[in-house]
């Protein structure tokens, strides 16, 4: 294997190879330079966009909106009450009152979410009440495009809030048809009677 008669590769630092060499460690040196300055700025970034609003409505407003027994007149007092908040967020959006934006849409998340707990309380019988939880889910939808609008509107240092409040829409819409293709969903035959 090794002996007199074997050549041993030799290393030669000539020419382009050197310069080659070189020139890869610069790239990585940049690349991994480029990696950490970008992390830093990301961190900046979030030290710099304003804090996200407290999520809270009015009493009275959560009181009139639980008050009916019937889940199908809270699901609709709850989608009047977010589109008079959404539509708030885009009037002072428009008139540049960018903590009015925050505070709508913080009482926006906060109907969302009380409304949804109580939409997923079961009745007596141990059962949902599946149609209300659909025209919860409808009735949500429509707010995806014009909270995107309102996103796309904000600065950038109010933007993160926003984002937020789109994705919680959308796991407030899966939380309401969570139920719809659960296993009680098709009543199966009482075989006591």
Not at 73 to 100: Q, V
């Amino acid at each position: 294997m090794f002996g007199p008669g074997v050549r041993v590769l030799r290393f030669r630092w000539i020419g382009g190879r050197f310069v080659r060499l070189a020139g890869l460690c610069g790239i990585l040196v940049v690349g991994t330079l480029s990696f950490s300055t970008s992390a830093a700025a990301q961190k900046r970034d979030a030290l710099d966009s304003a804090p996200p609003p407290l999520l809270l409505a009015s009493k009275d407003e959560v009181a009139r909106i639980l008050a009916p027994e019937d889940n199908d007149d809270k699901a609709k007092l709850s989608l009047e009450s977010l589109e008079t908040h959404l539509s708030n967020a885009e009037a002072a959006r428009t008139t540049g009152d960018l903590d009015g934006v925050y505070t709508e849409l913080g009482s926006f998340c906060a109907i969302m979410q009380r409304t949804l707990s109580a939409l997923l309380v079961y009745d007596s019988h141990g059962r949902q009440d599946l149609r209300a939880l659909k025209r919860f889910d409808i009735g949500l939808r429509k707010f995806v495009r014009r909270l995107e609008n309102l996103r796309g509107e904000l600065p950038a240092n109010y933007e993160g809030f926003a984002v937020r409040t789109i994705h919680y829409l959308q796991d407030t819409r899966d939380a309401a048809l969570k139920p719809m293709f659960a296993d009680n969903v098709v009543a199966v035959p009482n075989s006591d009677r």
